[in-house]
């Protein structure tokens, strides 16, 4: 572990501090924290994986989302519903205000943790796929292929969940 600590913390350095100008001690934290999660994965990686460099900066990558998750505000139901406006799309109602939100909230949660941070720095920070392809350290493409990708996961969880509601009203 020492030798990979070694050979490889010039790399996760850059990698994080990269990501987080102006921020060194969050990037102390994170690769801190990735070296840990490191030591106590270890055996659960097996070369089949790729890399270590490329498994390093897998845990990095979720270090970070941790802080960009940590450091975002939280966001106001009134801002989702201007958002939804915004976007051409009927906002909740004060009746079913509150309803639409808890469904939302839970078709967030079924998805996979990148997906929804993904969609919340797109949706609700209004962040451009450039900016979250820099966050992330990956290219536009990339990002715009999971943006795809976690759209579709988060409509198909939306219509299974609203089905099963008509279905449960109609009977």
């Not at 921020?23 to 070296?35: C, L, M």
């Not at 994986?49 to 966001?75: C, F, N, Q």
């Amino acid at each position: 572990m020492a030798e990979l600590y070694d050979r490889y913390l010039p790399y996760v350095w850059r990698y994080v501090h990269n990501r987080l100008p102006g921020n060194p001690e969050a990037g102390q934290d994170v690769v801190g924290e990735t070296f840990l999660a490191a030591i106590r994965g270890v055996g659960g990686f097996s070369e089949h994986m790729g890399s270590i460099a490329a498994w390093l900066t897998g845990i990095a990558r979720h270090k970070l989302a941790d802080v960009y998750r940590e450091r975002r505000p939280p966001v106001s139901h009134l801002a989702v519903s201007r958002r939804c406006q915004a976007a051409g799309a009927d906002p909740p109602t004060a009746a079913g205000d509150a309803e639409t939100r808890q469904r939302v909230v839970r078709a967030m949660h079924q998805l996979a943790d990148e997906d929804r941070l993904l969609l919340e720095w797109k949706y609700l920070e209004d962040l451009s796929v450039r900016e979250i392809a820099a966050r992330w350290g990956r290219t536009e493409k990339a990002i715009e292929a999971q943006l795809y990708r976690a759209r579709r996961s988060f409509r198909q969880f939306w219509s299974t969940h609203n089905d099963r509601l008509g279905r449960r009203a109609d009977r």
